[in-house]
């Protein structure tokens, strides 16, 4: 089924990381530093740079009045829930009518959900039974040139038992599978993902990691040019800016556990933020997005997903001015309520996407060696319609996606709207030999 190519996959080998007290950090690329194990000024800097591939999902359907993108490039014309993509409208396309056929027709929310990412056809009853999904499959063939060979992260804890339909409630909250039967384990506290990014472990990992590795960053800094030290200051800045935000949430974790062991209760049973999440919901969001970018940025990994919010989701939204909470709210999904949400999630992607363009790789930017997708599970929240989903790309991973685009698969015919297709397509790109993927067996035309 596949075949894996080694596309300068032997450059990339022995790293330099900045190294302290349990602790090692991994670098962004340097240009006069081969700190990916490679020198790249031999090519002029221009690469091959890494190819990365991320999901953000959101669940339960966007405002379909103000979800569309007309024209391309500079001159595209965006929907008022799309308007945070503005700055990104040459480096993103806007993706209409494409549709996953094996969670139509099955029923609502979970059977719709936990296959977002596999196509797969989903299994009712005590065992779970699905598909191994896109980020996974990339990360088994692809993965091993990297420390970490995936990124699982979620801003809201997964729920057990089972929907009115038969379906186990962890497809609602997972989307990330390793295989038919198992979801890959999702991080969802912001310090425990840090702490992964940085290798941080032991009974140091409350002190700063950035104080550790401060005599390695001076050394690694007197080695670089003018340049590059630019480059690493402003990355040491970055990490310090995520990391004061990390500390600030760590203790109301361990706080957390200790009111869980106190209660005999399990903290993923507990309700935000006595389980410890941050209760500001922006924050929690932000932070795991400023983690994947930092992850990108170094090459700690180049596969992700982030569940922004899971499926029949609880969390609540004061900032906008919205009373229900997500999954209550989507039932009235053509309100100013609702539309102010899709906007907010579309944020999320304008942000994480503006995150990676403003790094450096070459004569690129990490975005434009990058593949990001917002995805969500249906259309519709109030008939919980599926037929159709929204799909957003940003970046041009590597020069082999163009951008600036709306493409519009509805009136296509269902063999060639099929979002593994997409997937497939995106799989072969990325370096894969790939012949099908889920019910897939040709690339999505015109991508």
């Known amino acids: 089924m596949f075949d894996q190519q080694q596309n300068g996959g032997k450059r990339i080998s022995r790293r330099m990381l900045l190294r302290g007290a349990g602790v090692g950090m991994a670098l962004p690329w340097l240009e006069s530093v081969p700190v990916w194990g490679f020198d790249s000024s031999s090519d002029g800097g221009s690469g091959p740079f890494p190819k990365r591939f991320a999901v953000l999902f959101m669940a339960c359907g966007i405002h ?76 088994n063939h692809l993965g091993q040139a990297t420390a970490q060979p995936s990124m699982v992260l979620g801003c809201e804890q997964p729920i ?101 062991k106190a209660v005999g209760q399990s903290v993923i049973t507990m309700a935000r933020p006595d389980n410890g999440l941050p209760e500001d919901i922006r924050e929690h969001m932000r932070l795991m997005c400023d983690i994947i970018a930092l992850a990108f940025q170094t090459d700690k990994t180049r596969f992700a997903t982030l569940l922004l919010c899971r499926d029949i989701s609880g969390l609540f939204y004061p900032f906008l001015d919205v009373r229900n909470a997500h999954h209550s709210a989507s039932h009235n999904e053509r309100s100013e309520e609702w539309e102010r949400i899709s906007q907010y999630y579309c944020s999320q992607l304008a942000y994480l996407g503006s995150r990676l363009d403003a790094m450096p790789e070459g004569d690129r930017s990490v975005l434009d060696n990058t593949c990001l ?72 035309a015109h991508l």
Not at 175 to 191: G, H, K, L, R
Not at 389 to 399: E, Q
């Open 373 to 444: 997708v917002f995805v969500n599970n249906m259309w519709s929240g109030s008939k919980h319609d599926s037929t159709k989903v929204p799909l957003i790309t940003a970046g041009g991973l590597g020069g082999t996606l163009e951008t600036g685009r709306v493409l519009d698969y509805l009136g296509k015919g269902d063999d060639n709207r099929k979002l593994c297709s997409f997937y497939l397509s995106i799989m072969n790109r990325m370096g894969l030999s790939a012949d099908h993927f889920g019910d897939a067996d040709t690339e999505l």
């Open 160 to 260: 057990t038992g089972y929907h009115e339909t038969n379906f186990s409630m962890a497809y609602s909250s997972h989307i990330s599978w390793q295989n038919a039967t198992s979801p890959v384990p999702m991080e969802v506290y912001p310090s425990l993902a840090f702490d992964s990014l940085f290798d941080n472990r032991g009974s140091r990992r409350n002190k700063s990691v950035l104080d550790r590795v401060k005599e390695h960053a001076a050394s690694l800094s007197r080695q670089a040019s003018s340049g590059d030290r630019a480059k690493l200051d402003e990355y040491l800045t970055s990490v310090r800016e995520v990391e004061k935000r990390i500390d600030r949430i760590r203790a109301d974790q361990d706080k957390a556990v200790d009111r869980a």
């Open 64 to 139: 379909p009045d103000h979800w569309w993108a007309k024209g391309a490039g500079s001159d595209m014309e965006l929907s008022k829930s799309l308007t945070p993509l503005a700055p990104l409208k040459e480096k993103v396309n806007v993706i209409s009518g494409l549709f996953n056929r094996n969670s139509t027709g099955v029923g609502i929310h979970p059977g719709q959900t936990g296959n977002i990412l596999s196509g797969a056809s989903l299994q009712k009853g005590a065992e779970l039974r699905g598909g191994i999904s896109v980020d996974q499959v990339l990360a």
